[in-house]
């Protein structure tokens, strides 16, 4: 495939502009080898014809001329032949941000923007002292959650070849490569890239959910338990160049995963999933672990006539030594004057007892870690600390991460399900919600019992889940256990259920309270706004205030950013997210608990997607405060874990941005009440803009067509399925609403209603206050600034082509959606005080410029390909299939669809 031009690029990316120039014409290659000169002609008319379009701004019938008709196949090698040009585009971009890393770590006049040493310098330079910054690190708890949602469509076996082109581009950076050496790696580079092009980009089947578990688990035991250890490592260097010295660094990081335990929705998640997902998890990082202690066996060769030893090792080894007889007995006579070698020796014995949970296994992770911890105490007292005190150190810090469970499993489910499974239980079900907690109190205390139910029943299976989880909590240790979401939670009654059902299946402590964090999610806006009330209705309930108790009096509440934004439009969720925590904040206070905010955020601007460290920046007083829990879903994971050093930067910049949100100094604005106000204004406009769209008749049918829903909901990406039993758009689960709009390029779900609402504000005189706020206020500058990224990436044109597709519903409704785009891209760019969109994103731009050309192609295919799938009454599986690599390069052109 013909490279891109210079224009293409910043002046300041050559290497960029090189590996893309590489790779392009390695994919042309690959697609004459595999499908002949001719296919390869096709494309690139194509794709000349669509960079024509977008240098000329002229309409895409021409593209459309040449794309419409293709048989299936074809259509279906046209768009897997856009598709790897993105997936080598994505990875140049990706291996440019190891790049810029790296050139700031050389160059070494300033830190690189937002990394932790940068952050360490502001916050000295606000006053912040070295005893500040020590006693608030030890409150530091990030805690990035995993999920499973259907918009990550890349196989695990595509994963591992990425993984490969990545360490062949990689390796240039690292020093001058010779001529042969540089012959091999590109060798492995086109190795892989073909045997991608050979194997199909999603299964044929739909996954389980262990399939999904094992997804997640490929970056949590790969890229993430490799690369933690340094984070500590440069946090330490960075505290030692700034304040002069750092103390032992507390835990700062650990992982939870919701693969297994999220149940809302989804019929193939319950107890043995439950179990099965801790089981795996426990086994994985054991594995990890016994790998580890091999590896530094190996290095830890010491010898007793050489460096002294402590006592407590040799202690610990004869200890050993009887506990595990027959591991002893393997000890090779010529090593038996190395004592760390022997002990690390039987350390993964034990841990091998530990993964089949024997008697002689570790009882907790507390006790591996106390063995490397007296390893490396023996080193640092033996002259040890350059031969091997690190490595062990970085074991230390993988063992205090991810424990024995690698990450802990959360568990979800719908209030309303448990309210039918509980309502034949207790005989009485009043309407009224404050009756029904007067009926549930006490089978939430213990008082009472709930009556045995049917395992087959509803009831029984939640209790079932719920006693899975006390035999996790007997067997994995309580760190295993995340917690407990009760999605559309809207009273105390729904709270105080889950405790009961918890008792009923075995879930308490030595003091019969049920030791598990249980937080409603709020996630509607009506839900939003009520959550203040909620909560207090909470606090001031007995059998609950006594759970909270019992739980240090701490809180969690979970925040959902889709679903409110599915309701509400993306002003509306903002300001209703926003004003949820300084509430919450407000009724934690008076009643003297903390609370915690659990963001349930996705992958697009309307799921709540964006960088995480500027959304931590824009957080209300006091949300943060040493605390960050926040999902990870779709493609998010793979943009942010799936490169070790990539990883690294984004842990980094996110405990960076907390520290930074906990410790910095946030003098009272003045003028926020008024923005506020003005906050509050705007969305109310947005949100009836909006709800009007949603509300006009026949739009649910618009939608149906006018997007590639059908398709999604027929996919193969995920084992829940796309909807919330039957219905229209209210039962149709944010993330395929989101992911089909993103497909049709229109991207409506994350700015309907905002040029409205700037229009509105701006007849009556506002906006001044408006740029006021996009430039001075982080909350509402960081939304303008979100914004702007989607309307960058939408394509109106392409939408119509869809929207067509609708026959008479589209002169209803597509002239309306395009007035409010172009009625947005105003508004935004009168408040930013633009002429263009990401003016100040000159990256950003350059990456959009790169995938368009290629990007059109596709669209433009698809469009041809769903008219003729549904006139063939959706039973053409050649033109499925053509339409789900269609869906899969959109995916992988855009980045953050869902």
């Known amino acids: 495939m013909r490279?891109?031009?210079?224009?293409?690029?910043?002046?300041?990316?050559?290497?960029?502009?090189?590996?893309?120039?590489?790779?392009?014409?390695?994919?042309?290659?690959?697609?004459?080898?595999?499908?002949?000169?001719?296919?390869?002609?096709?494309?690139?008319?194509?794709?000349?014809?669509?960079?024509?379009?977008?240098?000329?701004?002229?309409?895409?019938?021409?593209?459309?001329?040449?794309?419409?008709?293709?048989?299936?196949?074809?259509?279906?090698?046209?768009?897997?032949?856009?598709?790897?040009?993105?997936?080598?585009?994505?990875?140049?971009?990706?291996?440019?941000?190891?790049?810029?890393?790296?050139?700031?770590?050389?160059?070494?006049?300033?830190?690189?923007?937002?990394?932790?040493?940068?952050?360490?310098?502001?916050?000295?330079?606000?006053?912040?002292?070295?005893?500040?910054?020590?006693?608030?690190?030890?409150?530091?708890?990030?805690?990035?959650?995993?999920?499973?949602?259907?918009?990550?469509?890349?196989?695990?076996?595509?994963?591992?070849?990425?993984?490969?082109?990545?360490?062949?581009?990689?390796?240039?950076?690292?020093?001058?490569?010779?001529?042969?050496?540089?012959?091999?790696?590109?060798?492995?580079?086109?190795?892989?890239?073909?045997?991608?092009?050979?194997?199909?980009?999603?299964?044929?089947?739909?996954?389980?959910?262990?399939?999904?578990?094992?997804?997640?688990?490929?970056?949590?035991?790969?890229?993430?338990?490799?690369?933690?250890?340094?984070?500590?490592?440069?946090?330490?260097?960075?505290?030692?160049?700034?304040?002069?010295?750092?103390?032992?660094?507390?835990?700062?990081?650990?992982?939870?995963?919701?693969?297994?335990?999220?149940?809302?929705?989804?019929?193939?998640?319950?107890?043995?999933?439950?179990?099965?997902?801790?089981?795996?998890?426990?086994?994985?990082?054991?594995?990890?672990?016994?790998?580890?202690?091999?590896?530094?066996?190996?290095?830890?060769?010491?010898?007793?006539?050489?460096?002294?030893?402590?006592?407590?090792?040799?202690?610990?080894?004869?200890?050993?030594?009887?506990?595990?007889?027959?591991?002893?007995?393997?000890?090779?006579?010529?090593?038996?004057?190395?004592?760390?070698?022997?002990?690390?020796?039987?350390?993964?014995?034990?841990?091998?007892?530990?993964?089949?949970?024997?008697?002689?296994?570790?009882?907790?992770?507390?006790?591996?870690?106390?063995?490397?911890?007296?390893?490396?105490?023996?080193?640092?007292?033996?002259?040890?600390?350059?031969?091997?005190?690190?490595?062990?150190?970085?074991?230390?810090?993988?063992?205090?991460?991810?424990?024995?469970?690698l990450a802990r499993l959360d568990t979800r489910q719908d209030a309303r399900l448990y309210a039918a499974a509980l309502a034949d239980a207790v005989g009485s079900w009043p309407d009224d919600p404050m009756a029904r907690s007067c009926v549930l109190a006490p089978y939430a205390s213990g008082e009472r019992e709930l009556p045995e139910a049917a395992a087959d029943s509803a009831r029984g299976g939640a209790q079932a889940v719920f006693a899975a989880l006390a035999q996790a909590r007997r067997s994995h240790g309580e760190d295993a256990l995340g917690i407990h979401i009760v999605s559309m939670a809207g009273c105390v009654a729904d709270l105080l259920g889950v405790l009961a059902l918890a008792r009923a299946g075995g879930l308490v402590d030595d003091t019969r309270a049920v030791p598990l964090d249980i937080a409603p999610l709020f996630e509607t806006i009506g839900d939003l706004r009520a959550a203040a009330a909620t909560f207090r209705a909470l606090l001031d309930e007995p059998v609950y205030r006594a759970h909270l108790a019992a739980r240090d009096d701490r809180q969690i509440v979970m925040l959902g950013y889709s679903d409110s934004a599915k309701d509400g439009g993306i002003l509306a969720a903002r300001w209703a997210l926003q004003r949820a925590q300084v509430e919450l904040l407000e009724a934690a206070r008076e009643a003297g608990v903390r609370i915690e905010f659990f963001h349930g955020r996705g992958g697009s601007v309307s799921r709540g997607g964006g960088k995480t460290s500027r959304a931590v920046m824009a957080a209300p007083r006091g949300a943060i405060d040493g605390h960050l829990r926040v999902t990870e879903q779709g493609e998010i994971i793979h943009q942010k874990y799936a490169i070790r050093a990539l990883a690294l930067r984004t842990f980094e910049q996110t405990v960076g941005a907390v520290l930074l949100a906990s410790l910095r100094p946030r003098v009272p604005e003045p003028r926020e009440a008024r923005w506020r106000e003005a906050m509050h204004a705007l969305a109310a406009h947005g949100e009836r803009a909006y709800r009007d769209l949603l509300e006009t008749p026949r739009f649910a049918d618009y939608f149906r067509v006018a997007t590639p829903v059908d398709v999604i909901e027929r996919m193969t990406l995920g084992s829940r399925p796309a909807r919330r039993g039957s219905g229209g758009i209210d039962s149709l689960r944010a993330i395929p609403w989101v992911f089909a709009w993103t497909q049709s390029r229109a991207g409506l779900t994350g700015w309907y209603g905002v040029g409205s609402a700037i229009a509105a504000m701006l007849d009556a005189g506002h906006e001044d206050t408006l740029r006021e706020m996009a430039r001075d206020w982080a909350f509402f500058r960081t939304l303008v600034e979100d914004l702007e990224m989607l309307l960058a990436k939408c394509d109106l044109d392409i939408a119509e082509r869809y929207s067509q597709l609708s026959g008479d519903l589209h002169d209803v409704f597509f002239p309306r959606i395009r007035a409010e785009f172009e009625r947005s891209v105003a508004g935004v760019l009168r408040l930013r005080g633009r002429e263009r969109l990401l003016a100040d994103d000159a990256r950003l731009a350059q990456s959009i410029a790169l995938r368009n050309p290629y990007v059109d192609p596709v669209s433009v295919v698809q469009v041809d390909l769903l008219r003729r799938w549904r006139a063939a009454d959706r039973n053409d599986d050649a033109l499925f299939a053509a339409l789900v690599g269609g869906v899969h390069g959109v995916a992988l052109a855009l980045q953050n669809t869902g």
Not at 44 to 50: C, F, I, L, Y
Not at 261 to 287: K, S, Y
């Open 3 to 405: 490279p891109a031009s210079d224009a293409d690029f910043e002046p300041t990316d050559p290497a960029l502009r090189e590996d893309v120039r590489r790779l392009g014409r390695l994919v042309g290659e690959l697609l004459v080898e595999q499908n002949g000169e001719a296919f390869y002609a096709r494309v690139e008319a194509a794709r000349t014809t669509a960079i024509a379009r977008r240098r000329e701004a002229a309409s895409l019938d021409a593209l459309a001329r040449q794309l419409d008709g293709l048989d299936a196949a074809t259509g279906e090698a046209v768009a897997r032949a856009f598709t790897t040009y993105f997936q080598v585009v994505n990875i140049a971009e990706r291996v440019q941000r190891i790049r810029r890393r790296r050139n700031y770590q050389i160059a070494g006049a300033a830190p690189q923007p937002d990394g932790l040493h940068d952050v360490l310098l502001r916050l000295r330079e606000a006053g912040i002292g070295a005893d500040v910054l020590f006693a608030t690190l030890p409150r530091i708890d990030v805690e990035p959650v995993l999920t499973a949602h259907p918009t990550e469509v890349t196989r695990r076996v595509l994963l591992e070849k990425e993984q490969q082109i990545v360490r062949a581009l990689v390796a240039d950076l690292v020093g001058p490569r010779t001529p042969a050496e540089r012959e091999v790696d590109w060798a492995r580079l086109r190795m892989a890239l073909t045997s991608t092009w050979q194997t199909a980009d999603v299964a044929s089947e739909r996954p389980g959910v262990l399939d999904e578990l094992e997804h997640v688990d490929f970056y949590l035991a790969d890229p993430i338990y490799r690369v933690v250890p340094a984070l500590y490592e440069a946090l330490e260097r960075a505290v030692v160049d700034v304040y002069g010295a750092c103390p032992a660094l507390p835990r700062l990081l650990r992982f939870a995963n919701w693969v297994g335990g999220d149940m809302d929705g989804n019929p193939n998640a319950n107890a043995a999933t439950v179990a099965a997902a801790l089981r795996r998890q426990r086994h994985v990082v054991i594995e990890r672990y016994r790998a580890e202690c091999a590896q530094l066996a190996r290095l830890l060769t010491q010898t007793l006539d050489r460096v002294g030893v402590s006592a407590a090792v040799l202690e610990r080894l004869d200890t050993y030594r009887a506990l595990l007889p027959q591991a002893a007995a393997k000890i090779r006579p010529r090593h038996a004057d190395m004592p760390y070698r022997n002990l690390l020796h039987l350390v993964g014995a034990r841990l091998a007892a530990s993964a089949h949970d024997a008697a002689e296994g570790y009882s907790n992770a507390e006790e591996l870690a106390d063995d490397i911890e007296c390893i490396g105490r023996s080193l640092r007292e033996h002259a040890g600390v350059h031969a091997g005190w690190f490595a062990a150190r970085r074991l230390l810090w993988r063992v205090r991460t991810f424990g024995f469970h």
